[in-house]
């Protein structure tokens, strides 16, 4: 797991000795994030000392991605159970405007699966191109940053400092909120006082028009701070250039073992 700030105390000795590192016993939280660390990163420069960088990553990676793939599965499974015992008066309303029963049921089981796949997909593909940075710069990572620009919200998270590179790492962003933009404009303006250059990485872009127009807003933000913007192939080419792993192939790979298409392997 990466994102080891996340872990309670039991999960991060469970998780030490899951990785190999046995001196547990009487550390502190924060000396086990230090040891984890600290394990990860060795365990990176000897891959790269050995030519096996690649291998590792993509190992990494697939494991993260069962993890994932397993948490998502009980997440929509007891989600499932619990609607068994739902209040579906509503599907009057539903029959009203000629949805059966059946497929009013079979709308709202696909529209709460959906929501934990939207999570769970955005959150993986941004955790796992955090791991690329790291595998290129280990001095890199998350930080925070005081909000200078007003009072809401206290400190903005900057997803990867990469030198002096601020990356905001998004899988698809939708949103049609128009709050949204002012959010963004100040959390870009913090994040360019702090002398960093604020970076845009989105994999996917948004279908519908409103939110595209906020998407090509953002675009003119950042460039206008002299930021940069990568969304959809630029976004995979720039990942790939930058890092020099090509994560889009690693997960490609991943997918066809995991869930072929069309009979390929």
Known sequence: MFRIEQLNKAELIEYCKKIGIEEVVGKSKEELKTAISIHFDNEVLGSITSGQATSLLTQKIEL??????????????????????????????????????????????????????YKYAGSFLEEATSICLKFNNLKGGKRFVKNTQGKKPKNFEIDFVDGQYAFEIKWRDATTDGDHITKEHTRIQVVKSQGYIPVRIMF?????????????TLKT?????????????????????????DLK?????????RMPENGSK
């Open 204 to 216: 996917y872009y948004p279908q519908r028009l409103q939110a595209q127009k906020i998407q090509a």
């Open 249 to 257: 192939s690693i997960l490609i790979n991943i997918a066809n073992k």
């Open 64 to 117: 993260l991605a069962e993890e994932y793939a397993a948490n998502l599965q009980l997440k929509v499974l007891k989600r499932k159970q619990e609607m068994i015992n739902d209040d579906n008066s509503h599907y009057l309303i539903y029959r009203v405007l000629g949805i059966a029963r059946q497929e009013g049921r079979l709308i709202d089981e696909y529209q709460n699966t959906g929501r934990f796949l």
């Open 221 to 245: 933000l950042y460039t206008g701070v002299g930021g940069t913007y990568y969304v959809g192939d630029d976004a995979w080419s720039f990942v790939r250039e930058h890092t020099g792993y």
